[in-house]
C-alpha cells in the first residue's frame, strides 16, 4: 500500500528552528509537497520537490532524498504565525495524490 | 476576489437528509477537486473534474455525487447523509488535470464548508 509518515506533533521555540520529517512509500513518484494548514483555514502551497537536494524560499526550506523516501521541511526564525499544521503529500505515478496526516506545529515563546 | 470558494462555510442537518455543497474558481483552471478531511486531518480526495468530465473518482459511495455545469463550478451533492460524512469537504483547483497538482504544486482550496450530521 501508500504510505506517508510524518510526526503528529512537534513542539518548539520562537526565533529556533524546527525539521520537520516525512517518509514515503508510493507507487511511482512525481514529486512532494509541503502545505501548511492553519486550524480552520485551508491548507495553502508551500514547496514542491521532484529532483533531489535542497529547495529554499525564504524562511522555508525543503529537502529530498529519492532513494531514501525521505523528505524534510525546515522552518527557520521561528514566529507564532508558524504555529500550524504541516502537510506532506506526494505524487504518485498515476499523478494521484497521497497525503499524510499533517504535523502539528505548536511554537512557544 | 476570492480564487475558490465555497458555500456554505458551516452545514449542520439531519441523518437521512440531502444536501449540497458549492465551490467556484475564478483562476481559470481547468481542473478542480473535492476532498475530505476527517477527524484526523486526512486529506482525501473525493472527485476531480477537467473539463467537466469525471476523471478521478475514488471510493467514494455514490450517495456522493459532484455535479459541474461549468469549468469554474464544481459542487457536491449528498444524499441520505450519515454520521460518518461529518467532516470539512474542501474544493481546490489546479492548472493541469495530472490528477491532483500542477507540476508547480500548487492546488488552490477553498476556505472549506464543515458539515456536521447529528
Known amino acids: 500500500g501508500q504510505n506517508i509518515d510524518q510526526p503528529t506533533e512537534m513542539t518548539a521555540t520562537e526565533g529556533a528552528i524546527v525539521q520537520i520529517n516525512c517518509t514515503y512509500q508510493?507507487?511511482?513518484?512525481?514529486?512532494l509537497f509541503w502545505y501548511q494548514q492553519h486550524a480552520g483555514e485551508a491548507p495553502t502551497f508551500l514547496s514542491y520537490?521532484?529532483l533531489d537536494g535542497l529547495e529554499e524560499k525564504g524562511r522555508f526550506s525543503s529537502f529530498l532524498s529519492r532513494s531514501k523516501g525521505y523528505s524534510y521541511l525546515l522552518l527557520k526564525e521561528l514566529q507564532m504565525k508558524d504555529s500550524a499544521s504541516y502537510l506532506c503529500?506526494?505524487?504518485?505515478?498515476?499523478?494521484?495524490?497521497?497525503w499524510g496526516a499533517g504535523t502539528k506545529l505548536i511554537i512557544k515563546p | 476576489d476570492t480564487a475558490v470558494s465555497q458555500t456554505p462555510k458551516y452545514l449542520v442537518t439531519q441523518m437521512g437528509n440531502d444536501k449540497s455543497i458549492k465551490c467556484e474558481q475564478n483562476?481559470?483552471?481547468?481542473?478542480m477537486y473535492w476532498y475530505k478531511q476527517d477527524s484526523k486531518k486526512f486529506l482525501k480526495i473525493m472527485f476531480s473534474?477537467?473539463?467537466?468530465?469525471?476523471?478521478i473518482n475514488e471510493t467514494v459511495p455514490n450517495r456522493f455525487s459532484p455535479k459541474s455545469p461549468d469549468k469554474a463550478h464544481l459542487n457536491l451533492h449528498i444524499n441520505s447523509l450519515e454520521l460518518g460524512d461529518s467532516a470539512v469537504y474542501f474544493c481546490?483547483?489546479?492548472?493541469?488535470?495530472?490528477?491532483?497538482?500542477?507540476?508547480?504544486?500548487?492546488?488552490?482550496f477553498g476556505e472549506g464548508s464543515r458539515l456536521t450530521v447529528l
Open positions: 520537490n521532484v
Open positions: 481546490a483547483s489546479s492548472q493541469e488535470s495530472s490528477g491532483g497538482a500542477t507540476n508547480t504544486g500548487e492546488l488552490f
Open positions: 508510493t507507487s511511482g513518484f512525481n514529486g
Open positions: 473534474y477537467n473539463n467537466k468530465e469525471l476523471i
Open positions: 503529500a506526494v505524487l504518485d505515478s498515476n499523478y494521484q495524490l497521497i
Open positions: 483562476l481559470g483552471h481547468d481542473t
